[in-house]
């Protein structure tokens, strides 16, 4: 979930993403995404700050600079099972005066939605060559 800097390998409307260390919990991403209308598109550069909070199973963003006019975001983990976790996300964009916010919002969900799909198929990807698993997986009757 944390990977930025190998986001547009994985997530399909990343085009640029790299992540630079500003301390042990801070990261400043800056990507250049894709955003599209059906045949239409257009590409969207953003710098944010990522912090991490290990111990609340929480990540924050806030946008330094980029197209949007703002954007925060927090993203928390639930352990809801045993072998299980809720992710819940929130994200507050406003794209500014460029694009009509009734067009961005829906253009916008998708994206999010389209995002989610992707980073979820990488996390089972990466699953089967994770340790942990392996451990928990020979320990299954």
């Known amino acids: 979930m944390t990977d930025y800097g190998s986001a547009e390998r994985f997530i399909r409307n990343v085009r640029h993403s790299e992540a630079i260390p500003l301390g042990p919990d801070k990261l400043l991403v800056n990507q250049v995404g894709w955003l599209s209308w059906g045949i239409l598109g ?3 550069q953003t710098s944010y700050e990522i912090e991490l909070h290990p ?3 929480q990540l924050t963003g806030k946008l330094v ?3 949007l006019t703002s954007m925060d975001m927090t993203a928390n983990l639930l352990a809801s099972g045993a072998h299980r976790t809720t992710l819940f996300y929130g ?3 406003d794209p500014g005066s460029w694009i009509s916010y009734f067009l961005a919002e829906n253009a916008l969900r998708r994206q999010a939605r389209d995002s ?3 980073l979820a198929q990488e996390m089972q990807r990466r ?3 994770c340790p942990m698993t392996q ?3 020979e320990n299954q009757p």
């Open 116 to 118: 989610f799909e992707d």
């Open 65 to 67: 600079s980029g197209d």
């Open 127 to 129: 699953t089967q060559t």
């Open 55 to 57: 111990a609340l199973h």
């Open 42 to 44: 257009t590409s969207i």
């Open 91 to 93: 994200l507050k964009v």
């Open 135 to 137: 451990k928990i997986d």
